[in-house]
């Protein structure tokens, strides 16, 4: 599975973005598929996943009730829409799938077989 994020940019605080994650190869409806953001000099963390089971949804506190993650699967796409960005969402954002079938934490950058560039998002007050 080949991932790819964009839509990333610089923004004012208070606007919106949409990202994309693209995907290729493999059957994508099979794949959760996680957001993940570094910010410098921090570590990885997981802000949202989408299953593929049931399609169901995970927010970190930090993001939740601002970011919407949504999928798809005949586009073979994920998005995420932030609204309402704050300069501590500034960071490099990263989409990525786990396996089918796979029981580790999809907020857990380890717990995710396949990775896409990332992009960009910086966000100034």
């Known amino acids: 599975v080949q991932l790819q994020a964009s839509g990333g940019g610089l923004v004012q605080a208070g606007v919106s973005l949409r990202l994309s994650c693209t995907s290729s190869g493999g059957t994508f409806s099979d794949y959760a598929i996680g957001w993940f953001r570094q910010a410098p000099r921090k570590e990885r963390e997981g802000i949202s996943y989408?299953?593929?089971?049931?399609?169901?949804?995970y927010y970190a506190p930090s993001v939740k009730g601002r970011f919407t993650i949504s999928r798809d699967n005949v586009q073979n796409m994920v998005y995420l829409q932030m609204n309402n960005l704050k300069p501590e969402d500034t960071a490099v954002y990263y989409c990525a799938a786990a396996d089918p079938g796979s029981m580790r934490s999809l907020t857990d950058p380890y717990g995710m077989d396949y990775w896409g560039k990332g992009t960009l998002v910086t966000v100034s007050s």
């Open positions: 989408i299953r593929s089971s049931d399609g169901s949804t």
